[in-house]
């Protein structure tokens, strides 16, 4: 892998985590490979992309379902 796949989803979910900042999504990809070993970016895009899809929506997401309202800032910050 060269990378995370950055689709519309990771652009949401990456900054909701906290784990990226802003929205170019060369900028949330370079981020998400500084912070992530390589060995998880296929991984990485994936799931986040399912976890924007199903849980993290743009509207409505279901925070008190997700699997990790744990360590998300967005999660955090509604309490």
Do not use: F
């Amino acid at each position: 892998m060269e990378g995370v796949i950055v689709d519309l989803h990771v652009l949401r979910v990456g900054p909701r985590l906290g784990i990226a900042q802003g929205t170019p999504p060369e900028k949330i990809a370079r981020q998400l490979t500084e912070k992530i070993p390589q060995k998880y970016w296929r991984e990485l895009g994936m799931s986040l992309t399912y976890l924007g899809r199903e849980i993290c929506r743009p509207s409505n997401p279901k925070c008190p379902e997700c699997p990790v309202n744990g360590v998300c800032e967005y999660y955090r910050n509604l309490k």
